[in-house]
C-alpha cells in the first residue's frame, strides 16, 4: 500500500490533485442529490417504505392486521406527487408534512422479499423522524461509499489498472449514473457492486501483499452491495466476474489458487439471492405458455429496438427521475461522442482474450434485455429500463481499457481536453434540468433557477449555486483525473522503451 501511495504522489502537483479530485468528485454528487426532492427515483415510494420498514414494526413503521400492508409517515407512502408530469414541481410536497408519524397505510414495500434486504437494511439506519433529513443523509452515505471505496481501490490497484477505474465511471455516468449514484434508488449499489467488484477481481489476480488483501476484501464487499441490492444485479455482477477472471487468466498455480476468490463471490451471491426469495420475483412477470412464432418476432422487433436501452443510459428517448425529465440532444449526443471515440482508441490496443470479453460483452448487453422482454411479453421501452444494464455497461467500457504488456491506451493531448469539454458540457446541461424540473416545472425555462422557485431544500444555499459549483466541481475532477492518467502512460512508455545505445555503453 505504501509503494501504491508514494507512486500516486510522485510530484507535488499531481499530489495535490489527487487529493483534490475526490473531494470534487464528492462535491458534484452532493449537488446532484440536492438538484433532486424526496422520492425522485423510480419507484422511491416502494424502496422509502421498504427501508423505513426493514427492522419490522417500529415508532417509523407500524405493523397492520394485513400482513400486505404497514402505515408510515405521508411523506414516505406518497412522495412523488409530481411524477409523470414535468411541468409540475415538487412544490407539490408542500402541503405533505415531512416530521409527521407512521399513520399512511401503504401496500407498496418490500414485505413479501422481493427485493434482497441489505440495501433496505443499511439505509434504515439512518431514518428518524424528519424523512428530509433522513433521505438526504442515506443519499449522501451513498455518496461517500462511492468516493471511499474509489479512493482504496484507486491506492490498491496496479498502476496500469488506475485508467480502467477512471475511464469507466468518467464515460458512463453522464447523466444517469450521476443521477442513480445520488439517489435513494437500491440500483446505487448494483452499479457501484457491479462496477467496482470485477475492477478489484481484476486488480486481486495480479496484485499480492497488503494490496491483494485490500483488492479481495473490495471484491467481497462488491458482492455484498450488488446481490443484496437488486436480484437482477446478480446476475450482472456474476457476468462481471467471469470478465475479470478471462481477463486475468494465465496458467500458473497462483492463479488457480486465486479462483477460490471468485468462488466464494459466486457462494455469496447465490445465499443472498436465495435468501430474498428474489427468484420469485424474477419469474413473476414471466408468461407460461409462448409459440415459437411469436417468440421469434419479439426476438427480432426487440434486437433492433434494444441499442435505445444502451444510448437511453446517455439520455437519448429515456428521461431521469420517474421517466419524465428528458434530455435535450446536446446531453447524449456529447455523451456517447466521448465514449464512441474513446472506445476507438482504447480499442486498438488489443488481444484475444480481450476481444472475447468485448464480444461476450455486447452479446449480453443485447440478450439479457431482450430475453427478460421477451418472456414477460413484452417490447423494448416496457418496464425494461437502462438504468438496470447500466452496470454491465460501466464493466464493457471498463474492459475497453484493458491492456496487456506494453499496450497502453493513450489519448492526444487534444483528443483529452476534447472528452473533458463533452462530458463537463453534458452534465452541466443536465444537472441544471434535473434542478429545473423539481424547483419550478420543466415548462419554466429561464437561466436563474432562483427565480419563482416553488420548491427547494430548508438550506441556505440556492438553487443557482448548487448547479454552478456541482457543474465546476464535476469538470474539475475530470480536468485532473483525466490528463493525470495521459501522463502516467506517457512516463510508463519511456520506462519500458530500451535505452539508446549510447546510454547502454555509458
Not at 414494526?57 to 407512502?77: H, I, K, M, W
Not at 462496477?195 to 494490496?211: D, N, R, T
Not at 443536465?430 to 429561464?446: C, E, F, Q
Request: with cysteine; charged share 15%.
Amino acid at each position: 500500500m505504501l509503494t501504491g501511495l508514494r507512486s500516486v504522489f510522485s510530484r507535488p502537483g499531481r499530489r495535490l490533485g489527487m487529493i483534490i479530485a475526490p473531494l470534487l468528485v464528492f462535491a458534484a454528487l452532493a449537488a446532484w442529490a440536492l438538484s433532486s426532492p424526496v422520492g425522485a427515483s423510480p419507484d422511491d415510494d416502494f424502496h422509502l417504505t421498504s427501508i423505513w420498514c426493514a427492522t419490522g414494526d417500529s415508532q417509523y413503521c407500524a405493523e397492520t392486521d394485513d400482513a400486505g400492508t404497514r402505515l408510515v409517515p405521508p411523506a414516505v407512502a406518497r412522495p412523488a406527487c409530481f411524477a409523470y408530469d414535468p411541468e409540475k414541481s415538487a412544490g407539490c410536497q408542500n402541503s405533505i408534512d415531512f416530521t409527521e408519524g407512521p399513520t399512511t397505510e401503504t401496500v407498496r414495500g418490500n414485505f413479501a422479499g422481493g427485493y434482497p434486504v441489505v440495501y433496505y437494511g443499511a439505509m434504515s439506519m439512518f431514518v428518524g423522524p424528519d424523512v428530509h433529513v433522513s433521505v438526504f443523509m442515506m443519499r449522501v452515505v451513498n455518496i461517500a461509499l462511492f468516493v471511499g471505496i474509489g479512493v482504496m481501490l484507486y491506492l490498491a490497484l496496479p498502476t496500469n489498472r488506475r485508467q480502467i477505474l477512471v475511464w469507466q465511471w468518467a464515460l458512463t455516468t453522464v447523466p444517469l449514473g450521476l443521477f442513480v449514484l445520488s439517489s435513494n434508488n437500491p440500483s446505487s449499489w448494483a452499479l457501484m457492486g457491479v462496477g467496482y467488484g470485477w475492477l478489484a477481481l481484476l486488480g486481486f489476480y495480479e496484485s499480492s501483499g497488503v494490496k491483494r488483501i485490500v483488492l479481495g476484501a473490495l471484491f467481497l464487499l462488491g458482492a455484498v452491495m450488488a446481490s443484496g441490492s437488486r436480484s437482477d444485479a446478480t446476475v450482472l455482477f456474476c457476468l462481471a466476474v467471469f470478465a475479470a477472471v478471462l481477463l486475468a487468466m494465465n496458467k500458473t498455480r497462483r492463479f488457480l489458487w486465486s479462483s477460490f476468490l471468485p468462488v466464494v463471490g459466486f457462494i455469496i451471491c447465490a445465499l443472498l439471492f436465495r435468501a430474498s426469495r428474489s427468484s420469485e420475483a424474477v419469474t413473476s412477470g414471466v408468461q407460461d405458455q409462448l409459440s415459437f412464432g411469436v417468440i421469434l418476432r419479439r426476438v427480432a422487433l426487440n434486437l433492433t429496438e434494444v441499442p435505445s436501452i444502451w444510448t437511453g443510459i446517455y439520455g437519448q428517448s429515456w428521461g431521469l427521475g420517474w421517466l419524465d425529465t428528458s434530455m435535450p440532444a446536446v446531453v447524449w449526443v456529447s455523451s456517447l461522442a466521448a465514449v464512441i471515440g474513446v472506445g476507438f482508441v482504447a480499442a486498438r490496443a488489443n488481444s484475444m482474450r480481450k476481444s472475447f470479453v468485448l464480444v461476450v460483452g455486447a452479446a449480453a448487453l443485447a440478450m439479457i434485455p431482450v430475453t427478460l422482454l421477451v418472456l414477460a411479453g413484452k417490447d423494448v421501452g416496457d418496464d425494461y429500463q437502462p438504468r438496470y444494464l447500466l452496470p454491465l455497461v460501466v464493466v464493457f467500457v471498463g474492459a475497453l481499457f484493458f491492456t496487456s504488456g506494453a499496450q497502453r491506451v493513450r489519448l492526444s493531448r487534444a483528443q483529452m481536453w476534447i472528452v473533458v469539454v463533452a462530458l463537463s458540457g453534458a452534465q452541466f446541461v443536465s444537472l441544471y434540468l434535473n434542478t429545473r424540473r423539481y424547483v419550478t416545472g420543466i415548462d419554466a425555462l429561464s437561466a436563474d433557477l432562483d427565480a419563482g422557485r416553488e420548491w427547494w431544500w430548508n438550506l441556505l444555499i440556492t438553487p443557482n449555486a448548487v448547479w454552478i459549483v456541482g457543474s465546476l466541481c464535476f469538470a474539475a475532477a475530470l480536468a485532473i483525473l483525466l490528463p493525470a492518467h495521459r501522463a502516467t502512460a506517457e512516463v510508463e512508455e519511456r520506462d519500458l522503451s530500451p535505452e539508446p545505445t549510447t546510454a547502454r555503453a555509458l
